[in-house]
C-alpha cells in the first residue's frame, strides 16, 4: 500500500534549476533510505543521489556539486534540488524508497518506485 509520487520535471534550458519532489504515502512504518534514480533514452538506469535515515548523503560523480537530495521527515518527502543543468541530465528520474510497511505484518524493507518524472534540459 506504499506508493511513491514523483512532480516537478518539465523543460528547461542549460544552466538552470528545477526541483523535483517524490512524496511517499500509506502504511509506512519507517523510511531507511529515499534515493533519486535516472534513466536517459537507450541508457541503464543509474543512481543519482540518495539520503539515508541518518541524512548521510551520497551523490553520482556527474552531478556532485550541482545537485542536492533533502528530505522532509514530516511529510515523507524527498526532494532534487538540480542546478546548473546540462544536456546530459535529460532523462526520466524515478524516486526510490526502501520502507518498511506495516501492511506487510513483518519488520522487512522493500523497495518502492515512483512512476518517473521526465526532465529535459534544452535550448
Known amino acids: 500500500q506504499v506508493q511513491l509520487v514523483e512532480s516537478g520535471g518539465g523543460l528547461v534550458q542549460p544552466g538552470g534549476s528545477l526541483r523535483l519532489s517524490c512524496a511517499a504515502s500509506?502504511?509506512?512504518?519507517?523510511?531507511?533510505?529515499m534515493a533519486w534514480y535516472r534513466q536517459a533514452p537507450g541508457k541503464q538506469r543509474e543512481l543519482v543521489a540518495r539520503?539515508?535515515?541518518?541524512?548521510?548523503?551520497n551523490y553520482a560523480d556527474s552531478v556532485k556539486g550541482r545537485f542536492t537530495i533533502s528530505r522532509d521527515s514530516a511529510k515523507n518527502t524527498v526532494y532534487l534540488h538540480m542546478n546548473n543543468l546540462k544536456s546530459e541530465d535529460t532523462a526520466v528520474y524515478y524516486c526510490n524508497g526502501r520502507i518498511q510497511d506495516v501492511a506487510l505484518g513483518y519488520p522487512s524493507m522493500n523497495d518502492y518506485w515512483g512512476q518517473g518524472t521526465q526532465v529535459t534540459v534544452s535550448s
Open positions: 500509506g502504511t509506512i512504518l519507517s523510511i531507511a533510505q
Open positions: 539520503v539515508n535515515s541518518n541524512e548521510n548523503t
